[in-house]
């Protein structure tokens, strides 16, 4: 089996790579650092995904059994020019790459973000999209669905992983514990909850979407149990020594604030990320948990990996320091 796996530099698509080439797959990896990719004896091609891809490049692949599709600019904020070019042209360059080099498979990583309503949404299932997006992330991460989905030619599974984590994390359980150490966090009452999930359980969904015969389809993946935010955070700041502060604040009144913010970054020259955003702060609000019985009834898949097991597993020997945070 012969894999490109973009994104490959990432906390995923890395993960994802190293999971492929040990299990004897001939990974082709595109990402941000490729000599990072070659130490790793993975085979690097950097590619701007932004444009489409050479014939020379095509070439230096060679014939792909499949692709899986990781990259993408995964961020709160920012233009929605750079989202856009990251996230729905890059799909659609590396969706033509994947026919011209005679793939048999497409998987494509999206997001649960795409469900995100300042609303309590439990059991969530995959045609439960939001009305409208709540930031440029989600939006054209739909949008990028929706380009794969049209190509019937390339068997395609979109898979939306909820709230990823593990050793390597440089986003979900860092930035959570760098808020922590620099000021009080808002609570809410009642407080958010999410099913967050294990990188070995969202790699292990991945591998079964590259074995099933299943086309079409849009597949939630999660660790399957909603767990309350402030938890999620006091767990992972025990592990670090860190010692959340909280500000019980209204909901209400902090929205109207941060949407103020929000529109003050806008104007501002470089439209700086302001300290809080609407959508994080709905996180730390509201509940939202996916329904996964299709992944288990289409990949054969479920979580393995509990909340607790996550945790142990992510800090393990270091593995995420104080230091890096």
Not at 129 to 142: D, I, R
Not at 230 to 258: D, N, S
Not at 304 to 313: M, N
Request: some cysteine.
């Amino acid at each position: 089996m012969v894999v490109l796996v973009t994104g490959a530099t990432g906390f995923l698509g890395s993960t994802l790579a190293m999971a492929l080439h040990q299990a004897g797959a001939d990974v082709v990896a595109t990402g941000r650092n490729a000599p990072t990719l070659d130490r790793l004896g993975l085979r690097a091609v950097p590619l701007d995904l932004s444009m489409p891809v050479s014939a020379c490049d095509a070439d230096r692949i060679g014939p792909l059994t499949a692709v899986v599709h990781c990259a993408g600019l995964s961020s709160p904020w920012g233009s929605k020019a750079a989202f856009k070019a990251a996230n729905v042209d890059a799909t659609r360059h590396v969706a033509d790459l994947a026919q011209r080099q005679g793939a048999r498979r497409f998987v494509m990583i999206s997001t649960a973000s795409v469900y995100f309503q300042f609303a309590d949404q439990d059991g969530l299932t995959e045609d439960q999209v939001a009305p409208s997006p709540v930031n440029a992330y989600a939006g054209t991460k739909l949008q990028a669905e929706d380009h794969a989905l049209a190509r019937s030619d390339l068997n395609v599974i979109v898979i939306r992983p909820r709230g990823i984590y593990g050793a390597g994390d440089t986003a979900l359980l860092p930035r959570l514990m760098r808020v922590a150490r620099k000021r009080p966090l808002p609570r809410f009452d009642p407080a958010g909850a999410t099913d967050i999930t294990h990188v070995d359980d969202v790699v292990a969904a991945i591998m079964r979407a590259l074995e099933v015969d299943v086309a079409g389809e849009v597949i939630n993946v999660s660790g399957g149990v909603g767990v309350p935010l402030p938890e999620i955070i006091e767990a992972a700041c025990a592990r670090t020594g860190v010692v959340p502060r909280w500000r019980a604040l209204p909901f209400g009144p902090a929205l109207a604030a941060v949407r103020v913010m929000e529109g003050a970054a806008q104007m501002w020259p470089g439209r700086p990320e302001p300290p809080v955003t609407a959508y994080a702060l709905g996180i730390l609000r509201y509940r939202q948990t996916l329904d996964i019985s299709k992944a288990h009834r289409l990949l054969g898949w479920q979580p393995q990996v509990s909340f607790e097991d996550g945790l142990a597993r992510t800090f393990k020997d270091g593995a995420l320091r104080p230091g890096v945070l």
